[in-house]
Structure formats: structure tokens, C-alpha cells
């Protein structure tokens, strides 16, 4: 998984193993290690909720996506989803997960072999 944040929003980008084990196992998630032995977890799993969540706790970061959103995002061509969740300032939450293709300009030492074709790589 690849995870952008910046100010209110987050952007998660996953490839299509994970996409895949998020359709058959309900949820996919993943462990950034630090200096100092501390662990940031990111996980995104099916949810009974109505509506998309996230919450910030014990160093980690976990989305829950409702199993209808979750199940036409896995079984088509459908890029991504995405919610915005209201904060308690009154301001805004903002949460995008999208398939993550290959670049169109190769990058050297990055393995693109479990990433999305690029839909614009022909033009």
C-alpha cells in the first residue's frame, strides 16, 4: 500500500494483490517500521458500518468501508472511492483509495509488476 497524507486527507493507493486480498479476506493492511522500534499500522477492512470510517489509534491508521462499496470497487474496472468524514472544528476529512497503476515514465528500482496496466500507457 502507498499512503499520502496531507493536512485533512489521505490518499491510500493499492495494487492488485492487495486489492485482491481485500475482496477475499475483508481487509489488507500494513506496518511501516521506525527508528526507536515504534510500528505505524495502516489498515483498510470491511465494515458493517453504513458509511466510510477511519480512526487514529494505537499507531495506527484503520479504514472501514462498507461491503457494498467494497465489493464494486474490487470486482470492476472502478478506480477508487473515496468519503469526506466531518471533524469536530467543523471542518472536513477527506479519504481517497484507489487502484494504483504502473507510471508511464519507468522509474529505476521500482518494481511496477503488481501494479495496475495504465489505462493512458497507449497514448
Not at 493492511?29 to 480512526?55: L, R, Y
Not at 472501514?64 to 473515496?82: A, R
Request: aromatic share 8%.
Amino acid at each position: 500500500m502507498k499512503l499520502r497524507i496531507r493536512e485533512n486527507t489521505i490518499r491510500v493507493r493499492l495494487s492488485q494483490s492487495e486489492v485482491d486480498d481485500l475482496g477475499r479476506k475483508g481487509m489488507v493492511n500494513s506496518e511501516t517500521h521506525f527508528p526507536g522500534n515504534t510500528v505505524m499500522t495502516f489498515a483498510i477492512s470491511k465494515a458493517d458500518k453504513v458509511g466510510i470510517t477511519c480512526v487514529f489509534e494505537n499507531s495506527g491508521i484503520y479504514i472501514g468501508v462498507p461491503e457494498t462499496i467494497l465489493n464494486d470497487w474490487v470486482k470492476t474496472d472502478k478506480v477508487g472511492f473515496e468519503a469526506d468524514l466531518d471533524l469536530e472544528n467543523g471542518s472536513k476529512f477527506s479519504i481517497l483509495v484507489e487502484k494504483d497503476f504502473q507510471c508511464l515514465t519507468k522509474r529505476p528500482d521500482e518494481d511496477e509488476s503488481d501494479m495496475y496496466p495504465n489505462p493512458y500507457k497507449s497514448h
